[in-house]
C-alpha cells in the first residue's frame, strides 16, 4: 500500500534553514507528482508546492516562493522541501502528498512539524 | 486569487441525521473542486475529487454536487465517525495553485 513518512522536521531558529524529506513506497514513484501541503497549528490546510511527476516543472505557493524548493530523487523514491530564510509563520505540521489524476491530493503522509522560534 | 468560503464554521448534528456543507468561490472554478475530512490528530483524507466523484473507499452516504461558484458536500446520515473537520479544494486551471476552504466542523450536537 501507499506510504509516505516525513522525517527532517524539529525546532529551528528564525532566519535558519531547514530540509524535509519524504520517504514514499508501494506504488512506482516516478509515475505520480508529489506535493507538499502545510497545517499550522490549530489552523487550516495550506498547499506549499507541487513538483511534477518527471521534475519537469514545479509551482510554489506564494508564502514561501522563493524561499523553498521542491524536488525529487526517483533513484531513492524521496521528495524533498529545501526551506530557506524560515519565518515563525511557517511553523506547521509539513505533509508530503501524493497525487492522482489531476494533481488530487489523495495519500498523505503523517507529517512532520517545524516549530521556528 | 481564487478564495474559497465554507459555511456554516460549525454544524452541530446528531448521529442519523443529514449534514449540508458549503463551499463558494469567488470566481467560478469549473469541476476543479475537492473535499477532505480531518479529524484530530490525523491526516486529511480525501472523500470527493471532480465536484462529485467519490474517491477509493469512500462509502455512498458522501456525495459531492456543484459547478462554477457553488459547490455542497452532503453526508446522508451521520456516522459517529463523521464528526471531523471538512475542508474543500480548488485547483486553478494554470499555473496550477491550489487553494483550501477554511473548513467546516461537524460536531455532535
Known amino acids: 500500500q501507499v506510504q509516505l513518512v516525513e522525517s527532517g522536521g524539529g525546532v529551528v531558529q528564525p532566519g535558519r534553514s531547514l530540509r524535509l524529506s519524504c520517504a514514499a513506497s508501494?506504488?512506482?514513484?516516478?509515475?505520480?507528482?508529489m506535493h507538499w501541503v502545510r497545517q499550522a497549528p490549530g489552523k487550516g490546510l495550506e498547499w506549499v508546492a507541487l513538483?511534477?511527476?518527471?521534475?519537469?516543472?514545479?509551482y510554489y505557493a506564494e508564502s514561501v516562493k522563493g524561499r523553498s524548493t521542491i524536488s525529487r530523487d526517483d533513484s531513492k523514491n524521496m521528495l524533498y522541501l529545501q526551506m530557506n530564510s524560515l519565518r515563525v509563520e511557517d511553523t506547521a505540521v509539513y505533509y508530503c502528498?501524493?497525487?492522482?489524476?489531476?494533481?488530487?491530493?489523495?495519500?498523505w503522509g503523517q507529517g512532520a512539524l517545524v516549530t521556528v522560534s | 486569487e481564487i478564495v474559497l468560503t465554507q459555511s456554516p464554521a460549525t454544524l452541530s448534528l446528531s448521529p442519523g441525521e443529514r449534514a449540508t456543507l458549503s463551499c463558494r468561490a469567488s470566481?467560478?472554478?469549473?469541476?476543479?473542486l475537492a473535499w477532505f475530512q480531518q479529524k484530530p490528530g490525523q491526516a486529511p483524507r480525501l472523500l470527493i475529487y471532480?465536484?462529485?466523484n467519490r474517491a477509493t473507499g469512500i462509502p455512498a452516504r458522501f456525495s459531492g454536487s456543484g459547478s462554477g461558484t457553488d459547490f455542497t458536500l452532503t453526508i446522508s446520515s451521520l456516522e459517529p465517525e463523521d464528526f471531523a473537520v471538512y475542508y474543500c479544494q480548488q485547483r486553478s486551471n494554470w499555473p496550477p495553485i491550489f487553494t483550501f476552504g477554511p473548513g467546516t466542523k461537524v460536531d455532535i450536537k
Open positions: 471532480d465536484a462529485s
Open positions: 470566481q467560478t472554478i469549473n469541476s476543479y
Open positions: 513538483i511534477a511527476y518527471d521534475g519537469r516543472f514545479q
Open positions: 502528498v501524493r497525487e492522482v489524476t489531476g494533481y488530487y491530493m489523495a495519500y
Open positions: 508501494g506504488f512506482t514513484f516516478s509515475n505520480y507528482a
